[in-house]
């Protein structure tokens, strides 16, 4: 009897240990799933971190260069503005970094002048007094440090990016830091900020001036007949070059722009024709573009073609861009010398053959209308004497500018070259001579970008 529940016994504490030991290994499964899992965010973090830092450091570099070419209250008021903005920003993005081990405390300190700055002139400024010459020379200071600070950052992001620093090594480092060792070098390997600039800039007008182009009720629209699907088919073909045989449809578009979407047979082209008045939104081909056998003037051309036989004349060249392979030409509105920059086309041309593989004009359909006549109020002499004086106006034309509110502004632009060899342009009021924007022009061989 003793025998036999010493063995019952002993089945029963194999049993419990067994289930113990499984119990055991669920729970540190789950603990090294939940670590790895807590791993995984927290370099996340550090990630978005980083980049996040890198983007508002950008805004407030391209900030500090339009503040020394400022010439007016209202302007200068409103660049202070934005950075008191993002140097709070950049600052909230340094917060979630371990600041000690990347080094970055003179980071922290920096951003921090820099919205302390832009705090004390905006209330200067609000009290009715003007820039001083050592407030340029600040900005010009902040300036040239920021440009060498966001090459560090730029070189941080990629350590981060490509996984050269992990959470695991963070931590095991942090705990062994003693102020004295220096993880990342900063010194070696900058790259130069243009090339470090990279993504941020924006195609000039397809940024700054047409962020908000969508958000209003399509002029070009209003009172347009409906159209049938079948009609839409045939603008589609035009648009795609393609039989209308070749269309399948791909169902409807709502939203400000309600459209006819249809493909082509194997799925590589999308189109959308606006309901009312059959007008092409947008047409993509998607294709890879493996070389380049013509130049950016011949993809221009053909860009330029293809709007007359889709019949769209009174156009002018703004500004390109080329990109793998492929050049997207930014066309605008012109009318009695006056370029309208709200009513905006794009075209992108593959330049190994010249075909067209993108058109978008729904800036255009937003914002096209008949325009009165417009006479400016005050002369180009008399705008180009509300210049900064740092700048020196290499030309001048009337155009045309959409503003936050949603609204169109007249203005005198001028080209300019900053005292650094920069290319500036200022846009002027031409009724008040008010300063209404300042783009930063970075000219390249693959095109003009903007910041």
Known sequence: MNLHCSKRALVRIITFITALVAVL?????????????????????YLQSVEDLYTYLSSIDSTLTKGAYCASPEMLSTLSSLLWRDAGFAKNSLAALPI???ELGNTYKFISQVGDFAVNLSKR????????????????????????LLGSIYVLQEIVRQGQLNYDKVTTEMSQYNGEQNFINF??????????????????????????????EPLMLKGQNEVSREQARAVAAKAAGLPESELKDAGDEEGKMPSYCFTNANGTADIAVTKSGGFVAYFTAFRTVEEEKLSAEEGIEKAKEYLKEQGISSVETSYYEISDHIITVNFAYQKDNITYYPDLIKVAVALDNGEVVSFHQRGYLSNHQERT???????????????????????????????????????????????????????????????????????????????
Do not use: W
């Open 187 to 216: 010194g070696d390997g900058f790259k130069d900020f243009e090339d470090s600039l990279g993504e941020f800039p924006s195609l000039i007008y397809d940024g700054p001036f047409s962020d908000h182009i969508l958000q209003k």
């Open 25 to 45: 290994a669920i729970l540190f499964g789950l603990n090294y799933s939940e670590n790895q899992s807590h791993r995984r965010v927290r370099e996340h973090t």
């Open 125 to 148: 400024v609000s009290r009715g007094e003007k820039m001083s010459e050592e407030d340029a020379q600040t900005l010009q200071t902040m300036k040239q440090y920021s440009t060498d």
């Open 373 to 451: 006549a417009q006479v400016p109020k005050i002369t180009q002499e008399e705008a180009a004497k509300k210049l900064s004086s740092l700048l020196t106006a290499e030309g001048c034309k009337l155009a045309v500018i959409p503003t936050q509110g949603l609204n169109e502004v007249f203005c005198y632009e001028f080209s300019c070259k900053g005292q650094s060899g920069e290319d500036i342009l200022v846009y002027l009021n031409a009724e008040t001579g008010a300063e209404e924007q300042i783009l930063i022009l970075l000219i390249g061989e693959n095109g003009t970008l903007t910041v």
């Open 100 to 102: 000690d081990y990347f």
